[in-house]
């Protein structure tokens, strides 16, 4: 069964440095998602990405993010200057379209130090 | 933008019993309403969803129902068995959207 695989799986870094993690969605899938989980509380929508552009952005999706489809496989998400309450789980998603199943990732839990 | 509530946060169940998590949302134009569970240290995992031309659908133990007069959609699980013990989450996205808006989730809990 086709899945979404995103590395690491844990990722540390030191408060104001960058972090990328990285995603690879379904394959035939157009849509692509980060959503956010800080620990015990729901999952936040960040940011959808289709057609090569952003197409929505929370609000916690500020200037210090970007994202990024460099090839026609992966997806990034890029945080710069990190913040101690950018630590949180990341998931990737993918969908083949909207209002239909979007698939998750396994995340990646990001702890700024 | 959409609003989704969860309840209960937390349930406990015997387990053989049946468990209802119930959702309400805000958006009268919202059409695709998901469940999702989250077992510890993993990703959501889809188990049911519901459009909004049909009122019930079931898969085995798992069945949703939705009320769109009411603006809420609930989730049963029948004979529930302890592997059904995870964070159950509904989501809703607004018409037309592509993200989900997900409620605030429920730990369940089936004790054996």
């Known amino acids: 069964e086709p899945e979404v695989t995103q590395t690491p799986s844990h990722q540390v870094t030191q408060m104001g440095q960058e972090v990328i993690l990285r995603c690879v969605p379904i394959?035939?899938?157009?849509?692509f998602y980060w959503y956010r989980q800080i620990l015990g509380q729901k999952v936040e929508f960040l940011v959808s990405?289709?057609?090569?552009?952003?197409?929505?952005k929370s609000e916690i999706f500020d200037d210090r993010f970007s994202v990024e489809r460099p090839d026609g496989s992966n997806f990034t998400l890029k945080i710069r200057s990190t913040k101690l309450e950018d630590s949180a789980m990341y998931f990737c998603?993918?969908?083949?379209?909207?209002?239909?199943?979007?698939?998750f990732g396994q995340g990646t839990r990001l702890t700024v130090v | 933008g959409e609003n989704v509530e969860q309840h209960p946060s937390t349930l406990s169940v015997q387990e053989g019993d049946s468990a209802v998590i119930k959702c309400t949302y805000s958006?009268?134009?919202?059409?695709?309403f998901p469940w999702y569970k989250q077992e510890l240290g993993k990703g959501p995992q889809l188990i049911i969803d519901?459009?909004?031309?049909?009122g019930e659908k079931k898969d085995q133990r798992i069945a949703v129902t939705l009320n769109k007069t009411a603006k809420h959609f609930s989730l049963h699980i029948t004979e529930t068995q302890p592997e059904d013990s995870a964070v159950y989450f509904c989501?809703?996205?607004?018409?037309?959207?592509?993200?989900?808006?997900f409620g605030t989730g429920t730990r369940l809990t089936i004790i054996p």
């Open positions: 519901i459009r909004s031309n049909v």
């Open positions: 394959s035939n899938h157009l849509y």
């Open positions: 990405f289709y057609n090569n552009e952003i197409s929505e």
């Open positions: 958006d009268s134009a919202s059409n695709y």
């Open positions: 998603a993918s969908s083949s379209g909207t209002g239909i199943e979007a698939f």
């Open positions: 989501a809703a996205p607004p018409r037309g959207n592509e993200k989900l808006t």
